[in-house]
C-alpha cells in the first residue's frame, strides 16, 4: 500500500454493504418459500382434477397459495373457470 | 442429562471441522466427557485435525452394521481423560449410514457421555441431514461471505423443519451462530460482511467470532486442535465460545482490528 492507496482506500465503495443488501432480498424471498408445506403442489394438482370432471380447465386455472396470519392460517384457492 | 450438539453450515470448507474440534476438546477441557463423531462419510478428517488418524481401527459404520462394538471404536484422546473421538468411514456407500442405525449409536452415546458432538458434512442432502436429526442444539458456523451466510440460512430452515425435534413437536433445536474467518480489517474498510450485518440477516444468538487465524493451519498440520493453543487468538476465541456455550456471559474478543503504527498503515504490513 503507497501512500496515495492510503487516502484512496477511504472512499472506496462498500462492497459489504451490497452483499448485505442482496443477501436480505435472497433470504427473506427463500424463507417465503420455505414456509409453504410439501403438500401444496399435489393438493394443487387433485383440485385441478377434481374439477375437471365438471368444467374444462387448465393445469394452471388453479392457484393455492397458504398464507400464515398470527395463529391462523388462510388457504386461498383461485379458480378461473373458462369464459362461457 | 446428555446433549446431542451439531456442528453443521451447509457450505462446505467453511470450519465445521475445525470447530467440531476446538468445541469438543474445550468441552473436555471444562471436566465435561465428549465424544466427537465425524460424520463426513468417505472424506475421514476429523482424526486429522484431533491427531488421532494411526489409531483408527473401527469406525462409525462399523458399528452401525454391528461388526464392532462402541468401546472398540472410540478412540480415547492422548492429551485428555474425557475425550473421544468416533472417526468416519472411509466407504464410498454414501447409504452407509442410515438414520435407525445412527439413532441407536447416538443413544448408546448418550448413556456415557455429557456432550455428543456431530462434525456435519457439507451440503443439505443426506449426510447433513443424518448429522443433525437428532441434535438437541446446533452450532451454524458461518463465514463473512454471501454464500456461506445464505447457505446456513437455508441449514436453519431445515433445522426447524426437518429434525427429530420439529417431527415430534418437542422445543425446537436451539440454535448458535458462529462466525469464523473473520477479519476485523477488511470488515472496518467495508470489504466483508461484519458480525452486525450477519447477525442481522440470519437473526440468531451470537455464539462467537473466530478471527481468520495462521494458528488454524499450524495447528491442524500438528494434529493439535486450536483451542489448545491458547495463546493464539483463535485458540482463545474457540475458548471463549465453549464458555458461552456454557452459559457464561464473556464478551467478545478480536472483534476489532489490530491497532497499528502510522508507519505501518503507510508502507504495508498487510
Ligand atoms: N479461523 C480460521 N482461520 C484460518 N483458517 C481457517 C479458520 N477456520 C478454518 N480454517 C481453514 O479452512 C479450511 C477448512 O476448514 P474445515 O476443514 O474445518 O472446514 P469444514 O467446514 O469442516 O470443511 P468440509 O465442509 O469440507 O467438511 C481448513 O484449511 C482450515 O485450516
Ligand atoms: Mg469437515
Redesign the interface.
Known sequence: MNIFDFFRDRKKSNTASVAKERLQIIVAHERGQRSTPDYLPALQKELVEVIRKYVNIGNDDVQVALENQGSCSILELNITLPDR | MAKILVVTSGKGGVGKTTTSAAIGTGLALRGHKTVIVDFDVGLRNLDLIMGCERRVVYDFVNVVNGEATLSQALIKDKRLENLYVLAASQTRDKDALTQEGVGKVLNELKENFEYVICDSPAGIEKGASLAMYFADEAIVVTNP??SS??DS??ML?LLA?KSLRSVNGSDPIKEHLLLTRYNPER?S??????VD?VT??LAIKLLGVIPESQAVLKASNQGVPVILDDQSDAGQAYSDAVDRLLGKEVSHRFLEEKKKGFFE????G?
Open positions: 461471505e454471501v451466510v445464505r440460512d437455508r430452515g423443519s470488515v474498510k467495508g470489504e466483508m460482511l461484519g450485518d442481522d440477516i498503515r503507510l508502507f504495508g498487510n
